[in-house]
């Protein structure tokens, strides 16, 4: 089993993880570079990656493997390799399911042989087109990502300034201590009720892009 310690933490946190286990099973400790003996510290995620898995491979050339560490998945996106919250990762997800059972992959590949029958095989679209498409597509990335989040944003701010006239009216209360605990089950529960309507969205958003596309491609 391999143990990978957290930011600044130690390989001896996982002593009592070790300890319960007992002696049937070889324990494995990684930490950071540059905790002891003066080392270089690696100042990428990938070069700290690709050290770790080059000591997993020297120990055990062969899987399968069993990882343990501190909830990194929760800093960082493993798939992306860019940090990312657990919410943005349970987005991102939502949205792939969303594509394929939607039928996303059908229609890209529709848009695909449709834009055969505009642009011939030798042909190329013009350089005005394709600015225009990332041009729009740029346009299009800010515009989305506020729709998806705006009902939590909304819900927050009227809650916060719910709150805010509760502090004035009855000052006596501790509104940090209560506010902060209804503020994230309200924010749950929107992510709850909005899922739905995020997924016709996205399912709306796909086709539009494709079809604006195919347009420009006609002129």
Not at 8 to 22: C, K, P, Q, S, V
Not at 26 to 52: K, Y
Not at 113 to 118: F, K, V
Request: net charge positive.
């Amino acid at each position: 089993m391999f143990c990978f310690a957290g930011g600044g933490g130690t390989a001896l946190n996982f002593l009592n993880l070790a300890r319960r286990i007992g002696a049937g099973r070889n324990i494995v400790g990684f930490q950071p570079r540059g905790l002891e003996a003066r080392q270089v510290p690696d100042w990428s995620v990938s070069r700290h990656a690709r050290r770790h898995l080059a000591d997993i491979r020297r120990i055990q050339p062969r899987g399968p493997y069993h990882l343990v560490g501190f909830s990194f998945g929760a800093l960082l996106d493993p798939v992306t390799g860019v940090q990312n919250a657990v919410l943005g990762q349970v987005y991102s997800l939502f949205a792939v399911m969303v594509f394929l059972l939607s039928g996303g992959v059908r229609l890209m590949i529709m848009g695909v042989a449709r834009s055969y029958d505009l642009i011939p095989l030798g042909g190329f679209p013009t350089t005005t087109t394709l600015a225009q498409l990332a041009l729009h597509g740029l346009e299009q990335v800010p515009v989305i990502g506020f729709e998806l989040v705006a009902p939590v944003l909304l819900a927050v701010l009227v809650t916060d300034a719910t709150f805010g006239l509760l502090a004035r009216t009855v000052p006596q209360m501790n509104v940090f201590v209560v506010a902060l605990p209804l503020k994230v089950m309200l924010a749950f529960a929107v992510i709850a009720v909005s899922l739905p309507l995020v997924g016709q969205h996205l399912r709306g958003d796909l086709t539009d892009a494709v079809s604006q596309t195919l347009q420009a491609f006609s002129h």
